[in-house]
């Protein structure tokens, strides 16, 4: 398969199904120069650099696959530091802002309602389905990566439109993080030995301005394994 795009110069990319690597020829001013990579390499490289609106998926869409009626969806929300509410077994409630790893959303909506929803952390950019995925380390997640939503009413949003799943997320993002899905240190690595819970994750990241990726635990699958639900 060949890519060519224009303006001011002329990228042409030549991809072999049957290889693992691509050629860039990029030509500018009557000068062409050749450039053999590895595909994923590309890919990362593209999907990590592309910013696109089409206004009808909602923005860090990175996969969509069905029809109108039914389909699945994969949107990557990048980490940052939220305002965020615990309310913890023996310790009660208490508020923190603290920084979130980079996460992946996945979705099917079936109708207009959402049938079923998952969550990893990852480390984007999310290219491939080769990609690898990672625990959730703050609760309300299940080993098996589906969401727990608590008393969360996500299905009473009239799914009317893919846009309508940043409200979801939203939803998500606002509702009360609890330590019942997160057991001892199996949803993180541990930063410190001092670092065992949520409660004690909660205070080691409430002053940090980005999510420590080495604290991420493998989920042990990559996106095209989440995607089978």
Not at 4 to 9: H, Q, R, V
Not at 78 to 105: A, D, M, Q, W, Y
Not at 112 to 125: E, F
Not at 193 to 201: C, M, P, R
Request: aromatic share 10%; hydrophobic share 35%; proline share 6%.
């Amino acid at each position: 398969m060949t890519t060519t795009t224009d303006n001011p110069g002329r990228v042409e990319i030549q991809l072999d199904e049957q290889s693992t690597e691509a050629v860039v020829i990029t030509t500018r001013n009557g000068t062409s120069k050749r450039k053999t990579v590895a595909t994923e390499d590309l890919v990362a490289s593209i999907a990590g650099t592309m910013k696109m609106s089409t206004g009808l998926l909602p923005f860090g869409t990175k996969f969509y696959t069905g029809s109108k009626s039914e389909y699945r969806i994969g949107i990557e929300i990048p980490g940052i530091v939220r305002h965020t509410s615990f309310s913890l077994p023996n310790i009660g409630k208490f508020e923190k802002r603290i920084p979130f790893p980079s996460t992946l959303f996945l979705f099917h909506v079936q109708g207009d309602r959402i049938q079923q929803s998952k969550l990893y952390s990852c480390k984007p950019p999310v290219a491939t389905d080769y990609t690898q995925l990672y625990w959730f380390p703050l609760g309300n997640v299940f080993n098996s990566g589906q969401i727990c939503w608590g008393s969360v009413k996500h299905r009473d949003i009239k799914i009317s439109s893919p846009m309508m799943l940043d409200s979801v997320v939203n939803r998500f993002f606002s509702s009360v993080f609890s330590g019942h899905l997160v057991h001892g240190t199996q949803a993180f690595n541990p930063p410190t030995n001092e670092v065992v819970s949520l409660h004690t994750l909660a205070d080691y990241l409430e002053d940090k301005k980005s999510f420590p990726t080495t604290a991420l635990r493998s989920a042990g699958v990559t996106l095209r394994k989440a995607l089978d639900f």
